[in-house]
Nanobody, 125 residues
Framework: VQLQAFGGGLVQARGSLSLSCAASGRTFSTYAAGWFRQAPGKEREFVAALDWSGTNTKYADSVKGRFTISKENAKNTVYLQLSSLKPEDTAVYYC???????????????????WGQGTLVTVSS
């Protein structure tokens, strides 16, 4: 199983960015997925997740109302739309696949067994 995250970059505060996570070897149509991030000098933290069906989502309080997670089964890709970005959103963003078949949404990182390589998002003030 491989996950590849794309879309990071440099953006000004209040700007928007779209991240993508393409999977091979695992089908997002039957596995839940999530996004996590790790800022310099900080621990990895949960950002957003959706369940296997894509109908149930969960967000960290810090991004609620600004970020949107979604997926496109035909492309086996999960997206994270970032808007109203703040400098404190600067981090390496990782996508991950839940290890459980047809699982409910979870923010527990221990539930995710495959991780992408990360994509850097830098928000300038």
């Amino acid at each position: 199983v491989q996950l590849q995250a794309f879309g990071g970059g440099l953006v000004q505060a209040r700007g928007s960015l779209s991240l993508s996570c393409a999977a091979s070897g695992r089908t997002f149509s039957t596995y839940a997925a999530g996004w996590f991030r790790q800022a310099p000098g900080k621990e990895r933290e949960f950002v957003a997740a959706l369940d296997w069906s894509g109908t149930n989502t969960k967000y960290a309080d810090s991004v609620k109302g600004r970020f949107t997670i979604s997926k496109e089964n035909a492309k086996n890709t999960v997206y994270l739309q970032l808007s109203s970005l703040k400098p404190e959103d600067t981090a390496v963003y990782y996508c991950a696949s839940d290890s459980r078949f047809m699982a409910t949404v979870t923010q527990d990182a221990l539930r995710y067994d495959y991780w992408g390589q990360g994509t850097l998002v830098t928000v300038s003030s």
